[in-house]
């Protein structure tokens, strides 16, 4: 089994920055796409960034210039630098990331989601 778990979410004042980790444990024998989802509430899932194993990041407009999305695959480890934080990012934040295992098929697996407010 494989499981995600996230971590660094809080309360934060507009204009600052937080950094978000998850980690995948679990039966892993290679990690392909990594990627961070957010949901307000009353909104759907909506993704904020993608990271491909050995290449280029992608991010949603909306977090361009003010976001980081970087990987550590020793460590099996995906974070999101977030920088110049809004109000309007306030949401639960999920980690996603397509695993295969051992003598397994590749799956998408979800993160439990962590709580990002951006207030003052």
């Known amino acids: 089994q494989v499981q995600l778990v996230e971590s660094g979410g809080g309360l934060v004042q507009p204009g600052g920055s937080l950094r978000l980790s998850c980690a995948a444990s679990?039966?892993?024998?290679?990690?392909?796409?990594m990627a961070w989802y957010h949901q307000a509430p009353g909104k759907q899932r909506e993704l904020v960034a993608t990271?491909?194993?050995?290449?280029?990041?992608n991010y949603a407009d909306s977090v361009k210039g003010r976001f980081t999305i970087s990987r550590d695959n020793a460590k099996n480890t995906v974070y999101l630098q977030m920088n110049s934080l809004k109000p309007e990012d306030t949401a639960v934040y999920y980690c996603?990331?397509?695993?295969?295992?051992?003598?397994?098929?590749?799956?998408?697996?979800w993160g439990q989601g962590t709580q990002v407010t951006v207030s003052s």
């Open positions: 679990g039966n892993i024998y290679r990690i392909y796409t």
């Open positions: 996603k990331a397509d695993i295969s295992s051992y003598q397994a098929d590749t799956l998408t697996y």
């Open positions: 990271i491909p194993s050995g290449g280029m990041p």
